[in-house]
């Protein structure tokens, strides 16, 4: 069983920048396959980044593309989303998600595990 916490959500400026992380636990980091995903009013489960094992192939959103930056530390069992130039169209709940599976890594049923989420509020 995998674990996931989140952590580094907050209140922003439409502009600004915030920095999430998820610590992981329950399996060997390196091997899983991790996203981000948020959920707004609008959508329950929408795609941002995700980054494949084994070969690091990273994929996000048309949305964040060029803001949004996803990144782990395998030694520290951490995966990142560094979020730049926020827009107030970008205020959910984030929540890192894990799989043990690769290929297809925008679809979150394709993810086991997830975690409880990080609210990322952005101010316009």
């Known amino acids: 069983q995998v674990q996931l916490v989140e952590s580094g959500g907050g209140l922003v400026q439409a502009g600004g920048s915030l920095r999430l992380s998820c610590v992981a636990s329950g399996h060997t980091f390196s091997r899983l396959t991790m996203g981000w995903f948020r959920r707004t009013p609008r959508k329950e489960r929408e795609f941002v980044a995700a980054?494949?094992?084994?070969?690091?192939?990273?994929s996000s959103a048309d949305s964040v593309q060029g803001r949004f930056t996803i990144s782990r530390n395998n030694a520290e069992s951490t995966l990142y989303l560094q979020m730049n130039s926020l827009k107030p169209e970008d205020a959910a709940v984030y929540y890192c998600a894990a799989t043990p599976y690769s290929g297809t890594i925008d679809t979150p049923t394709r993810y086991l595990y997830w975690g409880r989420g990080t609210q990322v509020t952005v101010s316009s």
């Open positions: 980054m494949n094992w084994p070969d690091g192939r990273t």
